[in-house]
């Protein structure tokens, strides 16, 4: 190998699905998955990469195979005409769809590697001899429990690079999502392990071989947090393994804790608010392909505006929202975890309903409130596993797996209940003084 080699690489596209929690006057085509692979492919065109790899889940379901076809096609056919290969490999969401589809397209230079659960080798030559061998292997089914790298014997080389591709649930045991060890991985002759499957992206194992996960190039809910785009990967002469992530998303979620200590209203708070904000946008983001920022606000700190917090959040999610610079920044959802400016040690030597609530808060804060009010608890615990179960939840659960609630959001609803309540109390106190 003569100079360095490079690879664009992606995977989880899931075409067909959008991005959830988009404010409806932003929402528009721009803002989906399909967007950003056509910017991934012209990208790869830009840069003039040696081979595009996706690792599997570029259709998001199989009832979706029709709207993802054309989209893929276009990409596909740009990629063709620039004479770039593109490898995939298949994932449990399209196991079924994407080799339908693959056989449909017509590309001199499509390579679907690992077809039926098999592994596969795919060599990228240059003037006749091999650059780089692709060993690739594809979901048969929607769930495989067993580790695909028992059957992987395809035989190391000497001289010319090896890189896997592989859609996996990396040290997960028991996953029924084709689990695999990292110290499998290792024991491969393998210079470098392209994964798809988990959404967020990162780099798994910085050594050789490299092993990262590209994550989803655009995030699809609010779990996905974090920049998301596409990676180059470089080949040097050496054999050395570089990963860069190209930041091509157009929408970012993230999280963001905000101190409104000493905040009187719930108007101060949303000027704290849109400060920390704007200061994040612009020191922790790249603009350069951002449309919009989606934030998950976390506000801490003691504040007389508890209540009036607890009882406003809904509307100041809905009525906060700017531009900065090219990006809109909006409000996913806030999280009001403040704490009324009230001396709870001094209120829990009283022998009424704000002594027993001020008792509880503190049991809260520095032990285990199971140990003094554990019937307390497991009402709550009831409380919020009956409203996990509502039927309003069921579109959710159908996206995305919805954990069960357990004691740690049976104790967060609790306190968030109880503080509101106890503020209720004082204020009623006050007002009858």
């Known amino acids: 190998m003569n100079d360095a080699l490079s690879l664009l690489y992606t995977g989880d596209l899931h075409l067909g699905r959008h991005p959830s929690r988009i404010p409806d006057d932003l929402d528009g085509p721009g803002l989906s998955p399909k967007a950003v692979w056509l910017s991934a492919v012209r990208e790869a065109i830009e840069q003039d990469v040696d081979a595009v790899v996706v690792a599997g889940d570029i259709v998001d379901q199989e009832n979706r195979y029709f709207e993802a076809y054309g989209t893929f096609e276009d990409g596909i056919a740009q990629l063709d005409d620039a004479g770039i290969p593109v490898v995939v490999v298949a994932g449990n969401h399209d196991y079924e769809a994407l080799p339908e589809m693959v056989d449909n397209l017509d590309s001199d230079t499509l390579q679907f590697l690992g077809r039926g659960g098999e592994w596969e080798r795919w060599t990228l030559e240059e003037d006749g001899e091999p650059v780089v061998h692709f060993d690739g292997w594809s979901f048969a089914a929607e769930h495989v429990y067993e580790s695909p790298l028992a059957e992987y014997e395809l035989s190391g080389t000497d ?86 992530q190209i930041p091509l998303a157009s929408v970012r979620y993230d999280q963001v804790s905000v101190d409104v200590s000493g905040v009187d209203d719930p108007q101060e708070a949303t000027a704290v608010i849109s400060a920390e904000l704007k200061d994040h946008v612009r020191a922790d983001l790249d603009a350069s392909s951002l449309e919009l920022s989606l934030v998950r606000v976390h506000l801490t700190g003691r504040t007389a505006a508890h209540s009036a917090l607890v009882d406003q959040h809904r509307s100041m999610e809905r009525d906060l929202g700017f531009r900065e610079g090219s990006v809109s920044v909006r409000i996913e959802s806030i999280d009001v975890d403040t704490r009324p400016e009230i001396d709870l040690e001094a209120l829990a030597e009283g022998e009424n309903a704000a002594a027993y609530l001020a008792n509880l808060l503190l049991e809260i804060e520095n032990g285990d409130p199971r140990d003094t009010y554990g019937e307390v608890v497991e009402d709550s615990l009831m409380a919020v596993r009956q409203a996990h179960s509502a039927n309003a939840y069921n579109p959710l659960r159908r996206e995305t797996e919805l954990e069960e609630p357990g004691d740690a959001d049976a104790i967060e609803h609790l306190e968030q209940q109880a503080r509101v309540l106890l503020d209720t109390l004082l204020s009623q106190k006050e007002g009858n003084a």
């Open 159 to 244: 001289d010319v690079p090896q890189i896997g591709v592989l859609h996996a649930d990396l040290d997960s045991r028991g996953s029924r999502y084709a689990p695999v060890l990292s110290s499998d991985l290792r024991d491969t002759a393998v210079d470098a392990w392209l994964l798809g499957h988990i959404h967020s992206p990162g780099i798994r194992i910085d050594s050789r071989p490299l092993a990262l996960y590209s994550g989803s190039p655009q995030p699809l809910d609010p779990g996905e947090q974090q920049a998301h785009g596409p990676w180059m990967i470089t080949i040097l002469e050496t054999g050395e393994v570089r990963a860069e």
